[in-house]
C-alpha cells in the first residue's frame, strides 16, 4: 500500500438479504482488489448456481455456514484501496444473536455504512443497527439504501425511506450533519463506484465517491491528550547509555515538546523533552500516532502508567456506572466478581448494581437483575483501586473497557463508561 494514502476504517451493518456482502463485493470488484483466483471461483461458483449475474457476495462470506445460509455470522477485516485510500472494512453480522459482533467489531470503525432494502424500509434491525453506532459515538454514517433496481428506481420510494430514518436519528443524540443518504443498487453496480444515469434525480455522490471525500482527521476523535504507556524502552548500550524512552499510542489529543504532563497515578509533574518515532525527531504528535516520549526529569513511570496534560487531568474513582455489552453466554448478575481491563491496566470489580436494559429500538429501558448474551444495560461497578477514566462520550479509548472473567479468562462484557 502507498503510504501517502489515507485511511478509513469502515464498519457494515444490514439485515438478512439486504445485501450487505453483495454491497462489499462489489467494492471489492470494482476496485480492482480481487485476486484473479478468486474472482474466477465467484464466476464459477455463480454458473453453477445457475445465476446469470456475478454472485459478489461469495467474495466476503468466509465461513461454510456463513456461504450455505447467505448470512454473516462472524466479523470479517476486508481491505481494499483506491488511488487515493486505504480502506479497511468490519463486515459485521446484523442479526439480533449476534450483536455482540456487531458492537465488536464497530468499535475500531470510524464510519458505519447502513445498508436498508429499498423494498423493506426502516425495519427493527435498522433501529439497533443505528442505535448501536450512536453508541460508539462512529464520526460518520452513510445510508445505503440498495437493492433500488427492485423498485424501479423510484425517488419517492427512496424519499420515503431518507424520512423514515430521519425520525429514527430525531430520537438519537446524532448529528444530522454527519449522515449521508445514498441509493445504490449493489448486484447492478448502480451509485457504487460512479453515477448511476437510472438515478437522475439523486445528485449526491456515488458510494465510492462518497468515501474517498472522507477526511481521517475529521473522522479522529477530537478530545484531551491521553498517552497510556505501553513499554518502557531502556537500549542499555554505549550508543544510549542514559536513554530512557515510553513508547505507546496518543489517543483524542496533541503533545508538544515543552508541554507540562503528568504522570498517573503518581501525580507527578514534569514536561516533554523529546517525542520520536522510530529515528525521527517531532516537536508534536497528533492522535492515533504511536510514538516514543522522554521526559525531562527522571520519574517512576512504567507500563500502565498514563501521560496527560497538567492541566486536562481525568477523573480517578474506585466506583464507576457504565453501558455494557454482554458477549458471553454466562449471565452478568449482582454481586459478580471479574476483571476489568482498562486500556493496559487490569484491577478487580465487582458488579454492585445493574440498572436496566436498554431497549435498542430507542423505546427506553426497563428494570433488569441480570444481563444475557447480546443485552445491552446500564451497570454500576466497585473497584479495587481507582482507575483515570473520561466518559466514553469525551475518550472513547479512556472511557471503553473489557470484563474478564477470573476463572475462564473468557471477555464476558465490553463496557463504556457514563459520565
Same mark, same amino acid.
Given at each position: 500500500m502507498s503510504d501517502n494514502r489515507k485511511l478509513i476504517k469502515i464498519a457494515t451493518a444490514g439485515s438478512v438479504d439486504d445485501g450487505k456482502s453483495t454491497l462489499i463485493g462489489r467494492l471489492l470488484y470494482d476496485t480492482q482488489s480481487l485476486t484473479t483466483d478468486k474472482l474466477e471461483a465467484i464466476e464459477q461458483s455463480s454458473r453453477k448456481r445457475g445465476y446469470d449475474y456475478l454472485d459478489f457476495s461469495l467474495a466476503t462470506d468466509g465461513l461454510v455456514a456463513e456461504r450455505e445460509q447467505g448470512i454473516t455470522i462472524d466479523v470479517a477485516h476486508i481491505y481494499f484501496s483506491t488511488r487515493k485510500t486505504n480502506f479497511v472494512i468490519a463486515d459485521t453480522p446484523g442479526h439480533v444473536e449476534y450483536t455482540r459482533n456487531? &458492537?465488536?467489531?464497530? $468499535? *475500531? $470503525?470510524? &464510519?458505519?455504512?447502513?445498508?436498508?432494502?429499498?423494498? @423493506?424500509?426502516?425495519?427493527?434491525? *435498522?433501529?439497533?443497527?443505528?442505535f448501536i453506532?450512536?453508541? +460508539?459515538? +462512529? $464520526?460518520? &454514517?452513510? &445510508?445505503?439504501?440498495?437493492k433500488m433496481d427492485l423498485v424501479n428506481y423510484d425517488e419517492?420510494?427512496? +424519499?420515503?425511506? @431518507?424520512?423514515?430514518?430521519?425520525? +429514527?436519528v430525531e430520537k438519537s443524540h446524532f448529528n444530522t450533519e454527519q449522515i449521508t443518504f445514498i441509493p445504490l443498487s449493489a448486484l447492478k453496480g448502480e451509485n457504487i463506484a460512479s453515477k448511476s444515469d437510472l438515478m437522475p434525480w439523486y445528485l449526491g455522490n456515488s458510494l465510492l465517491d462518497h468515501l474517498e471525500v472522507l477526511e481521517p482527521e475529521d473522522l479522529f476523535e477530537s478530545s484531551v491528550a491521553r498517552f497510556p504507556v505501553q513499554y518502557v524502552i531502556r537500549p542499555k548500550t554505549e550508543a544510549f547509555h542514559d536513554f530512557r524512552g515510553f513508547s505507546g499510542k496518543l489517543y483524542g489529543g496533541k503533545l508538544k515538546v515543552g508541554d507540562e504532563?503528568?504522570?498517573l497515578p503518581s501525580m507527578t509533574s514534569t514536561r516533554i523533552k523529546t517525542i520520536q518515532f522510530l529515528d525521527e525527531l517531532y516537536d508534536e504528535a497528533s492522535p492515533d500516532s504511536s510514538i516514543t516520549i522522554t521526559l525531562e526529569n527522571e520519574v517512576d513511570l512504567s507500563r500502565g502508567d498514563m501521560l496527560v496534560k497538567s492541566n486536562e487531568l481525568p477523573k480517578s474513582e474506585k466506583q464507576i456506572a457504565a453501558t455494557l455489552c454482554q458477549v458471553n453466554n454466562k449471565p452478568l448478575k449482582v454481586g459478580d466478581k471479574y476483571t476489568l481491563q482498562h486500556g493496559v491496566n487490569r484491577v478487580l470489580a465487582k458488579v454492585d448494581r445493574i440498572e436496566s436494559i436498554i431497549h435498542t429500538d430507542f423505546s427506553g429501558e426497563v428494570p433488569a437483575d441480570q444481563l444475557r448474551l447480546n443485552d445491552i444495560g446500564k451497570v454500576h461497578f466497585r473497584l479495587s483501586k481507582p482507575i483515570h477514566y473520561d466518559p466514553y462520550q469525551k475518550n472513547k479509548s479512556n472511557g471503553s473497557f473489557i470484563l474478564i472473567d477470573e476463572g475462564s479468562y473468557d471477555t464476558v462484557s465490553v463496557g463504556f463508561i457514563n459520565a
Open positions: 456487531m &458492537v465488536t467489531g464497530a $468499535s *475500531t $470503525s470510524q &464510519v458505519a455504512i447502513i445498508l436498508i432494502d429499498a423494498r @423493506k424500509g426502516v425495519i427493527e434491525q *435498522t433501529y439497533r443497527h443505528f453506532a450512536n453508541l +460508539l459515538r +462512529l $464520526s460518520h &454514517v452513510v &445510508v445505503a439504501i440498495n419517492e420510494v427512496y +424519499l420515503n425511506i @431518507k424520512a423514515e430514518f430521519e425520525e +429514527l504532563v503528568t504522570v
